[in-house]
């Protein structure tokens, strides 16, 4: 099993949709858990950390449910600019931080 | 410089020479790490420093790679006798904190293995 698993999509919504990504994980041992988020060529950015409590950040909203191993990503009113690829983050051993295969996700007007 | 810088942002070499990528991470950061990623593929870890020392070098596919960070900041990874498949982007990034702070990627150096 691969240490973060990710459906790589791609999604195609459209402007203004509400769309959520899924992400597993193995080591039931990770205690950080992030969003990243990629344009094309591009290097990865930090799009939000995810909390045990859940978080939100504007129109996006991060799940961690610890018991099933699953993180979520959540984007309502999905903006234009909102298209790139979605990458789940965790720690896994000794603080290093493994990345899933990424979701892709492209808004049309 | 305030990012990570890379160096070569590009390198095309041939089947079965050595390769060396630097790192040059922010300032202060004392954890490293080095990924690989091919085209449709999400980061590949392979190997991540805590100061000078490898924390974790599972990550490194085979002992072709390694990867030093003598004084803890700059970072070399290295590639003997390259193979068509090692090629990728290989990108480097930086955190204050280890396993909990963000991770500052560079631009990442593109290797081309003809």
């Known amino acids: 099993r691969k240490e973060v698993e990710q459906d790589p999509g791609p999604f195609n919504v459209p402007e203004g949709a509400t769309v959520a990504f899924n992400c597993t994980y193995s080591n039931s041992a990770s205690q950080s858990f992030f969003w990243y988020r990629q344009d094309c060529r591009k290097e990865p950015k930090l799009l939000m950390s995810?909390?045990?409590s859940g978080n939100e950040d504007g129109r996006f909203t991060a799940q961690l449910n610890r018991a099933s191993q699953y993180i979520s990503l959540l984007i309502r009113d999905s903006k234009l600019s909102d298209s790139a690829t979605y990458l789940c983050v965790v720690t896994y051993n000794n603080n290093d931080m493994r990345f899933g295969a990424g979701t892709r996700l492209t808004v049309k007007p | 410089g305030a990012g990570v810088s890379q160096t070569p942002s590009n390198k095309v070499t041939e089947k079965g020479k050595y390769v060396e990528l630097r790192c040059d991470p922010i300032?202060?950061?004392?954890?490293l790490y080095w990924y690989r990623q091919s085209l449709g593929q999400g980061p590949e870890f392979l190997i991540y420093f805590q100061g000078t020392g490898a924390a974790d070098d599972s990550g490194l596919p085979n002992d072709r790679f390694f990867a030093v960070r003598p004084e803890g900041s700059v970072s070399t990874l290295k590639i003997q006798r390259t193979e068509r498949g090692d090629s990728a982007v290989y990108l480097c990034?930086?955190?204050?904190?280890?396993?909990?702070?963000?991770?500052?990627f560079g631009e990442g150096s593109r290797l081309t293995v003809l």
């Open positions: 990034a930086s955190s204050s904190i280890a396993g909990a702070g963000e991770l500052f």
């Open positions: 995810v909390y045990s």
């Open positions: 300032s202060g950061h004392t954890a």
